[in-house]
């Protein structure tokens, strides 16, 4: 997890073990000590441990609950929360492997709880032989606020940077 205040605060936490009241005890501490968060990056979702857990719970209802808990955090703080998940390999093993709203329905409630859902695809992961050489697709698979739609970045792995592709000078 990384927080982030407008380059005035930043605090990772890699806590291999977190809760989101931890993930909000942090946020308190720099919200008292800057005025405001403005991003919060979980890295990933299904690392966050529940706060407590439910006899007869399964871990999708975990997931479900921690998302619940995610948007709390985000209203509470008036903050963007990016949470990274993985989508399971069951992508790898079909035809067309660019991530859909579906294989979120496996991992529990992103669906419901995303303002906003990303899918990243590379062919050139999948195929060697491929002519889109470093070409990322970014998917909107969700959006409250506009269209799904995609658009192709450039990523240059030397420097781990997506950049735009309309911009000739790359």
Known sequence: MALHQANVDERYNDNPVITTSQIKGDLQDIQARCGSVSLVIVDYVQLIE???RERGENRVQEIDSILKQLRAIAKQFNCAVLGLAQLKREVDS???KRPT???FRELGGFEQEAAVMLGLYREDYYDKQSTQKGIFEVSVL???FSSETTVNLLFD???GQFKNLAKSNY
């Open 50 to 52: 529940p706060m407590r």
């Open 94 to 96: 079909r035809y067309e």
């Open 101 to 103: 709203k579906a294989d």
């Open 142 to 144: 969700k959006s409250r």
């Open 157 to 159: 792995e030397r420097f």
